[in-house]
């Protein structure tokens, strides 16, 4: 099938180097700024559409790679540049909407699915690279020729539906962005002390990737560790008494929700409860 990708954004253009990585199959690019079109078609040799309309000629299978309150518009032009969109299979790939925003295309024969890859895409030079190791999740008209068309492309996928894509998203945003933002408030501790950006992530990350290799090998319970899990309030009531504002909430409310993994993991529920009341203290008043 030839792919005709609308957005020529980070999940755009990493898509679109994959694919054509694997079997040139990429026809070409449709965007709101003709010199991003332009950029990502030239970065694959493909065609920088100005019409939706020969996009659209040329594609059997339409990936809308598009911000997700774009996706409407999306749609609205390419049912208004088309008489009939039989046989073609058109997704797109936010992680929130479900297929049905795609339905007025399915009006005009097309089938229709929302496909969101659980990763991200901050650089699609580096992206592209980790698509093969990438969990789509996929919900809407998934035939036997879409299944052999992922296979085919080494696509890992798993079925979602509709009804559990909101909570499904937000646990992408906790373990994706969150933990970006966990990363952020650590190292900026760092900074304040005087060190460089730079020298706190380097001197953090080899704690961040054992916390995430424990993670990945003993699960959340048994990787967690430190003041919480061993009952220290004193080493608690330090830290908080150099935090303030937005930080020691933050501080207090992950430690709130770390009291019930220390609880699952063993901690004594007198110790616990007395963490708790510190913490919520704090993001109570
Ligand atoms: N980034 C991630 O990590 C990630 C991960 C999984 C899923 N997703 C989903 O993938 C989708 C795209 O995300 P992204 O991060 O690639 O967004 P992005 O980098 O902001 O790119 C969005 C692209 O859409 C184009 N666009 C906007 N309105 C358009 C319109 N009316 N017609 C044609 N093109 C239009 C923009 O055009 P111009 O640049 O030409 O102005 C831009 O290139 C979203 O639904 C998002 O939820 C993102």
Redesign the pocket.
Same mark, same amino acid.
């Given at each position: 099938m030839m792919i005709g990708i &609308?957005?020529?954004?980070?999940?755009?253009k990493s898509l679109g180097m994959y694919f054509n990585g694997v079997d040139q199959s990429v026809s070409g690019y449709? +965007?709101?700024?003709m010199a991003?079109?332009i950029y990502a078609a030239e970065k694959i040799n493909a065609i920088a559409y100005d019409s939706l309309k020969d996009l659209i000629l040329n594609s059997d299978l339409i990936i809308i790679?598009?911000? =997700?309150d774009? &996706?409407e518009?999306?749609v609205r =032009?390419l049912s208004n540049a088309s008489e009939s969109l039989s046989r073609k299979y058109i997704l797109?790939? +936010?992680?929130? %909407?479900t297929s049905e925003v795609l339905a007025p295309l399915r009006s005009k024969g097309a089938k229709i699915l929302s496909v %969101?890859?659980l990763? +991200?895409?901050?650089d699609p030079d580096e992206a592209q690279k980790s698509i093969p190791s990438t969990y789509f999740s996929i919900e809407g008209d998934l035939d036997e020729k879409m299944m052999n068309w992922l296979n085919n492309h080494k696509i890992k996928y798993f079925k979602i539906d509709k009804e559990n894509k909101v909570k499904y998203h937000l646990a992408a945003v906790a373990v994706s962005n969150y933990l970006v933002a966990t990363l952020d408030f650590g190292t900026k501790q760092f900074e304040s002390l005087g060190y460089t950006k730079e020298f706190a992530l380097k001197a953090l990350w080899p704690l961040v990737e054992g916390t995430i290799n424990n993670v990945r090998q003993f699960g959340t319970v048994k990787a967690m560790t430190g003041p919480i899990v061993r009952g220290d309030l004193k080493t608690i009531d330090n830290h908080l008494s150099v935090l303030s504002g937005l930080e020691r909430e933050l501080y207090s409310k992950l430690g709130e929700y770390t009291v019930e993994i220390a609880l699952e993991k063993g901690l004594d529920k007198e110790i616990a409860k007395g963490i708790s009341t510190r913490l919520k203290e704090e993001n109570h008043g």
């Open positions: &609308i957005g020529a954004g980070a999940v755009g449709y +965007s709101k700024t991003h079109t790679a598009v911000n =997700d774009a &996706i518009v999306v =032009d797109h790939t +936010s992680g929130v %909407h %969101h890859p990763q +991200s895409f901050a």
